[in-house]
Structure formats: structure tokens, C-alpha cells
Antibody, heavy 114, light 107 residues
């Protein structure tokens, strides 16, 4: 069965970086892209970015351009999302989702606090 | 960029009611629209894909329609487990965009 398993919760100080992982199993990793979606407390879903697991092509929402980097490691079927220069309003649950959005990771809470 | 305008933002309804939620795209997206249900503290669940295709395992009281710029999610007879927040997502072109969400509450 398809599974996306994300890394655990993180607490970071403003200005720091965070790197969240998303390990895929149950399908051919390179056949599907991965999107990253976040949800601030009490807020809606926000699409951040997408990466092709086949060739590493990326697409970003403009508000994250220059501050987020996505990568994949095909040897471990893992996608990564790094967000830099963290601010308090980056506090959110971060999700990875396989292309098509049928399968999601369990979410990773990133808390940014001094 | 394509904007998705979802309405209403919240609604109160009773068990058995017919519920309709609308998403409007700022430009045509063909049928590249997905509907999700999200309950508090849970991962979003895909209900409808390609605007009108029912996800396997989702009750048939859920249906989606529309193409181009206007889309609707209909729950034909609201059940207690349907009280949740619903989101649309366009995936016709990047950047992808979610609607703002519709919270369906118990009347």
C-alpha cells in the first residue's frame, strides 16, 4: 500500500532553517511528483511547491520562492523540503502529498518560536 | 496565477440536508479540480477528483460537477460524520491553488 511517512515535529528559532522529509513506499517513487502543502493553526490549506521525483524539476508558489528548496533522494525514495529564514508565521503543519493528492503524509508540525 | 474562490466560507446544516459548496476559478481549468474533506487534526481526504469522479470508498452521497470555471460539491443527505471542512484545489497549472475552505457545522 502507498505510504508517505514524514519526519517528526520540529521547534526552531526565528531565522533558522528546517528540513522536513517524506519517505515514500508502496509505489515506484520516480513515477509521481510530490507536492508540499502547509496549514497554519486554524487556517486553510496552502500549496507551497512541487518536485518531480523523476527529474527533479520544481515549481514554487511565489511567496516561497527563494526561501524553500525541495530535493529528492531516489535511492531511499525520500523527498525533502527545506524552509529557510523561518518566521513565527511559518508555524504550521507541513504535509507532503503524492501527485493527484490521493496520498498524503501524516504531517509535520513546525513551530517557530524564540 | 489562478485564484480559487470558494463559497460559502461556513454554513450550518442539519442531518439529512442537501449541501452544495461552490468553487470558482479565475480562469478556465478544464476539469483539473479536486475536492477534499478535512476533520480537525486529520490529514485531508480526497473525495472527488477530475471534478466529478468519486474517490473509491467515498459514499455516493458525495458528488462533484462542473468544468471550466464553476464547480460544485454536493452532499445529497448530510450525515453526522460529514461535519468537517471542505476544500477545492485546482491543479490545471502551477502554482496550484486551494479554495479558502468551507466549514460545515451542525445546525
Amino acid at each position: 500500500q502507498v505510504q508517505l511517512v514524514q519526519s517528526g515535529a520540529e521547534v526552531k528559532k526565528p531565522g533558522a532553517s528546517v528540513k522536513v522529509s517524506c519517505k515514500a513506499s508502496g509505489y515506484t517513487f520516480t513515477s509521481y511528483g510530490i507536492s508540499w502543502v502547509r496549514q497554519a493553526p486554524g487556517q486553510g490549506l496552502e500549496w507551497m511547491a512541487w518536485i518531480s521525483a523523476y527529474n527533479g524539476d520544481t515549481k514554487y508558489a511565489q511567496k516561497f520562492q527563494g526561501r524553500v528548496t525541495m530535493t529528492t533522494d531516489t535511492s531511499t525514495s525520500t523527498a525533502y523540503m527545506e524552509l529557510r529564514s523561518l518566521r513565527s508565521d511559518d508555524t504550521a503543519v507541513y504535509y507532503c502529498a503524492r501527485a493527484g493528492f490521493e496520498y498524503w503524509g501524516q504531517g509535520t508540525l513546525v513551530t517557530v518560536s524564540s | 496565477d489562478i485564484q480559487m474562490t470558494q463559497s460559502p466560507s461556513a454554513m450550518s446544516a442539519s442531518v439529512g440536508d442537501r449541501v452544495t459548496i461552490t468553487c470558482r476559478a479565475s480562469q478556465g481549468i478544464s476539469n483539473y479540480l479536486v475536492w477534499f474533506q478535512q476533520k480537525p487534526g486529520k490529514v485531508p481526504k480526497r473525495l472527488i477528483y477530475a471534478a466529478s469522479s468519486l474517490q473509491s470508498g467515498v459514499p455516493s452521497r458525495f458528488s462533484g460537477s462542473g468544468s471550466g470555471t464553476e464547480f460544485t460539491l454536493t452532499i445529497s443527505s448530510l450525515q453526522p460524520e460529514d461535519f468537517a471542512t471542505y476544500y477545492c484545489l485546482q491543479h490545471n497549472s502551477y502554482p496550484l491553488a486551494f479554495g479558502q475552505g468551507t466549514k460545515v457545522e451542525i445546525k
